[in-house]
C-alpha cells in the first residue's frame, strides 16, 4: 500500500522549507542540483525550454534526480504557480525519510514513473 498525499506531506512538514511566491523561479533548467523538493501547499509549473508540462499539487515530490545522480543538472524549469511553501529534502533528508517511512520511497518513484509516463504520452 502506498501512502496517501497525506502521509506524504507529513513527512515533509518534518524537513526544512521555503516559501515561494507566485511566479518565483525554484530552479532552472540546465541549473546544477543538490536537492529535491515536497509540495507543502500551492502548486508548481514545470517547463522544459519554456513550454509547461505539468503542474505539481501539494502532496507530490519534484526534482528527484537531482538526489539520485551526482552532478545533476535539472532538465526542467519549476516556477511557483501560486504561493507555495516546500519541503526541501538533500541526499541526507531523503534517506532519513526513507529509513524512518520506507513507503516514502516507493510514492517518490511512483511519482517519478507517473511523471516519465505522462511526458512520454505529451511526445
Known amino acids: 500500500m502506498l501512502l496517501q498525499p497525506t502521509d506524504t506531506i507529513n513527512i515533509f512538514k518534518k524537513q526544512p522549507d521555503q516559501i515561494f511566491a507566485p511566479g518565483e523561479i525554484i530552479f532552472e533548467q540546465g541549473q546544477e542540483g543538490h536537492t529535491m523538493f515536497g509540495v507543502i501547499e500551492g502548486e508548481v509549473e514545470m517547463s522544459i525550454e519554456g513550454k509547461v508540462i505539468e503542474t505539481i499539487q501539494a502532496g507530490d515530490v519534484f526534482g528527484q534526480g537531482a538526489i539520485i545522480q551526482e552532478d545533476h543538472l535539472r532538465a526542467s524549469t519549476a516556477k511557483a504557480k501560486t504561493q507555495c511553501k516546500l519541503a526541501v529534502l538533500d541526499r541526507e533528508h ?6 524512518q517511512t520506507p513507503l516514502f520511497a516507493l510514492q517518490v518513484m511512483k511519482s517519478y514513473s507517473d511523471r516519465f509516463r505522462q511526458l512520454k504520452e505529451t511526445i
Open 94 to 99: 531523503f534517506l532519513f525519510a526513507v529509513q
